[in-house]
């Protein structure tokens, strides 16, 4: 079963505006981290914010913040003021701690990303 | 230097072909992971490894093979490429920063089989 779900395939904002990337998880473990990377044209993946399951308030890293309900299991990133440089494909992520075998899990399963081009 | 080095950054391969992905990090973290980028599917795990003894297979580990050489040292092969094998491909580590799990990327092996 899909553990993270972004429903927006691509997004268009407008230069200087705010924008809102969708981002939904499935989990049963009460301790998770919830990340979002932005990977631009040239590949490589940045790490934007993070976010824990037991922080008591929303993080923000700049222009981002996450807009953390965990009640409803969401964690949309919001970019403020975008730039031409914000054009990108961004992922949200999760890290579970369930325990296998070998001892805590600790890995990263990502959502299918949100292509967001900011137009001039 | 980069923290997570991935070698090569290209590769075009042929049918058949047996390659070998690098990955090494100079920041002495325990866990390395690999994965693998297809367009509209995101980053899927292929292999992951706690410490040099130990190695997971993650979820789409058919036709791939890992070593942990070392703590630093991470290597992916494809024993025998075929083209729904070209992909994008990411090393990654983990390691605990504030209470937390923060993870490092590679800048990606771009793999192309032919």
């Known amino acids: 079963a899909q553990k993270i779900t972004q429903t927006q395939p691509g997004m268009f904002v407008q230069e200087k505006e705010a924008v809102t990337l969708d981002c939904t998880y499935d989990?049963?473990?009460?301790?998770?981290?919830l990340f979002w990377y932005k990977q631009p044209s040239s590949g490589e993946m940045i790490f934007l914010i993070y976010?824990?399951?037991?922080?008591?308030q929303n993080a923000t890293e700049g222009r981002y913040s996450l807009n953390f309900q965990k009640a409803r299991k969401s964690a949309n990133l919001v970019i403020s003021a975008s730039q031409l440089g914000d054009s990108a494909m961004y992922f949200c992520?999760?890290?579970?701690?369930?325990?296998?075998?070998?001892?805590?899990?600790?890995?990263?399963?990502f959502g299918k990303g949100t292509l967001l081009t900011v137009n001039p | 230097d980069a923290d997570v080095t991935q070698t090569p950054r290209n590769r075009i391969t042929k049918t058949g072909k047996r390659i070998m992905l690098e990955c090494s990090q100079t920041?002495?973290?325990?866990?390395m992971y690999w994965y693998r980028q297809d367009p509209g599917l995101g980053l899927r795990l292929i292999y992951y490894?706690?410490?040099?003894?130990?190695?997971n297979k993650g979820e789409i580990s058919d036709g791939y093979s890992v070593s942990r050489q070392a703590q630093a040292k991470f290597s992916l092969s494809l024993e025998s490429a075929i083209p729904n094998q070209t992909a994008l491909y990411f090393c990654?580590?983990?390691?605990?920063?504030?209470?937390?799990?923060?993870?490092?990327f590679g800048s990606g092996t771009r793999l192309t089989v032919v």
């Open positions: 490894s706690f410490d040099v003894k130990d190695i």
């Open positions: 992520a999760m890290r579970d701690s369930r325990y296998n075998s070998g001892g805590s899990n600790y890995k990263l399963t």
């Open positions: 989990t049963s473990d009460p301790s998770y981290g």
């Open positions: 976010q824990g399951s037991y922080d008591q």
């Open positions: 990654a580590t983990s390691h605990l920063d504030r209470g937390n799990y923060g993870y490092t």
């Open positions: 920041k002495g973290h325990d866990r």
